[in-house]
């Protein structure tokens, strides 16, 4: 069964940093492109961040360019979301989301985790 | 950057079929959405991907009761014999590449009621 497992979610300042981490298990990660939705309470769907198989490419949404890294150890089959510079235009449930195509951009999403809640606030 | 239309809102009797609509922009009538859905409190899930040839492809224990299909910019996704669990919000994406950045947008979601 696949799963999806992410942490690394809580409450932080505006400007301050957070590290997201996803455990997959259930499949060969190495052979799945990965990415990270959001989704701000109350609110649509945003595509956040999308990394190819090794890791070697990576593409991200401009609301977030900059900001954040993305990054995968396929050895310990994890995903990685680094986040800095935070507001509160950043709080959303954080999804770790795998993608079936080989294509090195994101295309589709076909198993998500249970999210991740990052609050930014003061 | 490409805009998917979706209505917010949708309802159906228990047992009747429904009808769910996503337009693509006009410069961007001719790509491929997909189709996911959310329950109440829960992750989205993959329902299907839609061609604008109208074929469609399933993801995983997705049942014969949801069918997809196209006309023009519109991505449809039809579910017959509504039951409670099919009460959820249902969003539509689409892959582009412009200007050589590539991303992922979103409709809005249409939130479906079974009545």
């Known amino acids: 069964e696949v799963q999806l497992v992410e942490s690394g979610g809580g409450l932080v300042q505006p400007g301050g940093s957070l590290r997201l981490s996803c455990a997959a298990s259930?499949?060969?990660?190495?052979?799945?492109?990965m990415n990270w939705v959001r989704q701000a309470p109350g609110r649509g769907l945003e595509w956040v961040a999308h990394?190819?198989?090794?890791?070697?490419?990576?593409h991200f949404a401009d609301s977030v360019k900059g900001r954040v890294t993305v990054s995968r150890d396929n050895a310990e089959n994890s995903l990685y979301l680094q986040m800095s510079g935070l507001s509160a235009d950043d709080t959303a449930i954080y999804y770790c989301?795998?993608?079936?195509?080989?294509?090195?951009?994101?295309?589709?999403?076909?198993?998500w985790g249970q999210g991740t809640l990052v609050a930014v606030s003061s | 950057l490409p805009v998917l239309t979706q209505p917010p809102s949708a309802s159906a009797l228990l047992g009747a079929s429904i009808k769910l609509t996503c337009t693509l922009s006009?410069?961007?009538?001719?790509?491929?959405i997909e189709w996911y859905r959310q329950r109440p409190g829960r992750s989205p899930q993959y329902i299907m991907r839609?061609?604008?040839?109208?074929?469609?492809k399933k993801g995983d224990g997705i049942p014969d009761r949801f069918v997809g299909f196209s006309s023009g910019a519109d991505r449809y996704l039809t579910i017959s014999n509504l039951q409670s669990d099919d009460e959820a919000v249902y969003h539509c994406?689409?892959?582009?590449?412009?200007?050589?950045?590539?991303?992922?947008?979103f409709g809005t979601g249409t939130e479906v009621t079974v009545l």
């Open positions: 259930g499949f060969t990660f190495s052979n799945y492109e």
């Open positions: 006009s410069d961007h009538s001719t790509y491929t």
């Open positions: 989301v795998r993608d079936p195509t080989s294509h090195g951009s994101p295309q589709q999403f076909d198993y």
């Open positions: 839609v061609k604008s040839d109208g074929s469609y």
């Open positions: 990394i190819s198989r090794s890791g070697s490419t990576v």
């Open positions: 994406g689409e892959s582009h590449t412009i200007g050589g950045q590539v991303g992922y947008v």
